[in-house]
C-alpha cells in the first residue's frame, strides 16, 4: 500500500480557553505527527500530557491555536472541509455516554452512516456486522443508556465502523471494559485495520495494546517524546520512565531476569517473544 500521510499536523499548538484573567499554558506544543494511511498506531502519556487533544484536533472538533492540522490535505481550520473531514476521520471519545444518541442499539449505530446518506440496505449490512464485531449484536434491540459503560462503548465504537471512515481514533476505548471486551475491542481494530485497510490510532493506558502497534508515539507534557515501532519505543527505558510511563509487562519480567544475571536478550515485548527467549535460556541455547 503506498505510504502518505492521513493526517498531518505541522507544529501544532493549543491552548484551552482559562475562564479567569491568566491564561492555561500551551496543552500542546509544536506537534509534529504524520499518520500514514493504512497504519496502526498507539499514543501513549500519563495523565493530562495532551492525547485527548490530539484527538480533537484530528477531527476538527477543536482548531489549532498556531500550526495546522491536514486531513488528506483538507486544513481542519477550514469550516468548508468540516464534512469532508468528520467523513475520513471519525473520533470515539473515552466517555460513551456523550456519544448515544438513538434509543435503540441499532439505531445509535445506523445513525452516523444515515448522516452520510448511505442506502438503508447497505446500512443494515454495516450495523450487523458492525454490532457482530464488538460482540454486541444480541443487544441491538436494547436500550442504549441500560447498557453497563463497556457496552455502551462498544456501541459507540460500532458507530464509528459503520461509517466506514478510512481512519477511526480511539480515545482510551477499551478503559471501562473488562479484559473479555478488551481483546474482543482490540480483535475488532486489528481487523478493521488489517483486512479492510482502515488507519487507526489508537490512544490508550495499556502498555500491552501499544506493543501490538505498527508505531507507537509517546507524549509528555504537550509534546511528542518518542515515535517508532514499539521496541524502538519500549527499548528507551529511561525517556519511557520520565515520561511517567511503564514498560510492558513482558519487558519489565525480561530486564528484571537480565539485572540477575540470568542471559536474556534485549528487546523482549510480548509473551511469545518471552517464551522464546525463555527456552533459548534453558537448553543453554541449543535449539
Ligand atoms: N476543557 C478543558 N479546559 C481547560 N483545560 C483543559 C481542558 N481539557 C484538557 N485541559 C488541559 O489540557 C491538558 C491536556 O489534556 P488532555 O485531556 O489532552 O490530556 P490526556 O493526555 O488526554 O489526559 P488523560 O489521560 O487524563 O485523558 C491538561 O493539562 C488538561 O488539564
Ligand atoms: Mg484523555
Known amino acids: 500500500m503506498e505510504k502518505y500521510p492521513l493526517i498531518s499536523f505541522k507544529n501544532v499548538s493549543y491552548r484551552y480557553e482559562s475562564d479567569g484573567e ?11 505527527i504524520d499518520i500514514n494511511k493504512g497504519e496502526f498506531v498507539a499514543v501513549l ?3 493530562g500530557s495532551g492525547k485527548s487533544t490530539l484527538a480533537k484536533l484530528s477531527n476538527a ?4 491555536e498556531s500550526g495546522k492540522v491536514f486531513v488528506k490535505g483538507m486544513d481542519t481550520s477550514c469550516e468548508d472541509s468540516e464534512y469532508d473531514i468528520r467523513q475520513t476521520v471519525g473520533v470515539v471519545f473515552q466517555n460513551p455516554d456523550n456519544q448515544i444518541v438513538a434509543t435503540i442499539v441499532e439505531e445509535d449505530v ?3 452512516p444515515e448522516n452520510l446518506g448511505i442506502e438503508p440496505a447497505e446500512i443494515r449490512k454495516r450495523v450487523d456486522s458492525a454490532l457482530k464485531a464488538v ?28 461509517m466506514e471512515t478510512e481512519c477511526i481514533v480511539l480515545d482510551e476505548p477499551t478503559a471501562m471494559l473488562d479484559p473479555k471486551g478488551r481483546e474482543e475491542v482490540m480483535a475488532a481494530m486489528e481487523k478493521l485495520n488489517k483486512e479492510m485497510g482502515i488507519t487507526v490510532v489508537l490512544i490508550t493506558h495499556y502498555m500491552d495494546e501499544a506493543v501490538k502497534a505498527d508505531r507507537v508515539i509517546v507524549m509528555d ?21 520520565e515520561a511517567g510511563l511503564e514498560l510492558p509487562d513482558c ?10 544475571g540470568i542471559d536474556f536478550p534485549l528487546g523482549i515485548l510480548t509473551p511469545e517473544e518471552f517464551i522464546e527467549a525463555f527456552k533459548m535460556c534453558v537448553s543453554g541455547g541449543r535449539q
Open 22 to 32: 491568566t491564561p492555561l499554558p500551551l496543552a500542546l506544543k509544536s506537534v509534529n
Open 45 to 47: 502519556g500519563h495523565n
Open 61 to 64: 472538533i477543536i482548531v489549532p
Open 110 to 112: 445506523a445513525f452516523g
Open 135 to 162: 460482540g454486541m449484536y444480541e443487544y441491538r434491540h436494547h436500550e442504549p443508556h441500560k447498557l453497563s459503560g463497556g457496552q455502551k462503548q462498544r456501541v459507540a465504537i460500532a458507530g464509528i465502523m459503520a
Open 221 to 241: 507534557s504537550g509534546s511528542v517524546v518518542l515515535d517508532g515501532t514499539p521496541r524502538e519505543v519500549f527499548s528507551q527505558e529511561k525517556i519511557i520512565e
Open 251 to 260: 519487558s519489565k519480567l525480561a530486564l528484571a531476569m537480565r539485572k540477575n
